[in-house]
């Protein structure tokens, strides 16, 4: 979940856990932690054809999700660190 400044509309002030409400720091629109940020269109063959979902994990929430898959999550390092 995301809030952003009343002024611009753009500027990221606030952020939170969907699952868990917890509030992660932003300082000058920058996220300071891991988060795991979603936003799906879905499309035609399902039933919500036209819409787009938004949500945010922290890392504790992603990983306590991520462990109830019966197939894990399929991993690849990254090449460049940004
Ligand atoms: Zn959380």
């Known amino acids: 979940m995301r809030k952003y400044s009343e002024e611009t509309k753009k500027k990221l002030i606030e952020m939170s856990c969907n699952k868990c409400g ?3 720091s932003v300082e000058n629109g920058i996220i300071n932690e891991g988060m795991f940020t979603v ?3 879905w499309g035609y063959f399902s039933e919500k054809d036209g819409q787009i979902h ?3 994990l922290c890392e504790k929430c992603y990983d306590e999700y991520t462990k109830t898959f019966l197939i894990p999550v399929d991993v690849e390092e990254r090449n460049e660190i940004v």
Request: glycine share 12%; aromatic share 22%.
């Open 39 to 41: 936003a799906f269109g």
């Open 22 to 24: 917890k509030k992660i």
């Open 54 to 56: 938004n949500f945010d």
